[in-house]
């Protein structure tokens, strides 16, 4: 199944989420992004796209490689 970069990306974040324990509100404070962006990335309704810069800050603040948010990965079991 192909998938959008933006369902990746959502994806990934989902799967850092969860990975790292945190609430949306102290995720985006580690990623130096706001819990609203945060929000609405991950919200059905509003179905917003997670930009390059995000995707980027996300990757530095987790330690993952440059365009680990763009690929798809899987819970570690």
């Known amino acids: 199944m192909n998938l959008t970069i ?3 990306r959502l994806n990934n974040l989902l799967l850092l989420l969860k990975e790292s324990g945190l609430s949306q509100s102290a995720f985006a404070v ?3 992004t706001s ?7 991950i919200s059905i309704k509003t ?3 997670m930009g390059d810069f995000v ?3 996300i990757e ?3 330690k993952k490689p440059k ?11």
């Open 67 to 77: 365009g680990w948010m763009d690929n798809q990965h899987h819970a570690e079991e």
């Open 60 to 62: 530095l603040a987790f």
């Open 35 to 41: 819990a609203a962006y945060i929000s609405q990335i």
């Open 55 to 57: 995707a980027r800050n």
């Open 30 to 32: 580690k990623a130096e």
């Open 6 to 8: 933006r369902e990746i």
């Open 47 to 49: 179905k917003r796209n």
